[in-house]
């Protein structure tokens, strides 16, 4: 018989770096979960990406076992790191950060895609270009 489903959760955590602080360690309190087990095996699956944030989507059992999927960073790390951005602009619409080119655009949709809920390039590449205006990026 499969396990059942106590809660699903989404946590955006550094790679490589995760620590019980706040606000990871009452979630994953409240939720039942053997926090250093979680933490270990997290830090131990992103050693190789750290400086970024990597999405987990844990999934809790009744039993207070737990599986997690890891996903791609978010769109706005993405495009700070292929900018070498250490963050977007303070006032988006008046002061501009960056620019981004729209092959590289094109490139961060394609390797988000898997994460998105859309099929098409078309609709990531929106999501891309709305990210990087909020953050004060233009693209050529």
Do not use: C, H
């Not at 844990?58 to 207070?64: C, R």
């Not at 501009?96 to 809920?117: C, F, H, W, Y």
């Amino acid at each position: 018989m499969a396990k059942q489903i106590k809660t699903v959760l989404k946590l955006n955590l550094p790679a490589g770096t995760a620590t019980p602080a706040p606000p990871v360690g009452p979630i994953l309190g409240q939720a039942g979960i053997n926090m250093m087990a979680f933490l270990k095996e997290y830090n131990d699956k992103t050693k190789d990406q750290k400086g970024q944030i990597i999405p987990a989507e844990i999934t809790v059992f009744q039993d207070g076992s737990f599986k997690f999927v890891l996903k791609l960073p978010p769109v706005s790390d993405m495009i700070k790191q292929t900018l070498k951005l250490k963050m977007g602009a303070k006032t988006p619409g008046t002061e501009t950060v960056g620019s981004l080119s729209m092959d590289q655009a094109r490139q961060i949709a394609e390797k988000k895609l898997p994460d998105l809920n859309t099929d098409s390039v078309e609709s990531a590449l929106n999501t891309v270009l709305g990210t990087a205006r909020s953050m004060g990026v233009t693209v050529k």
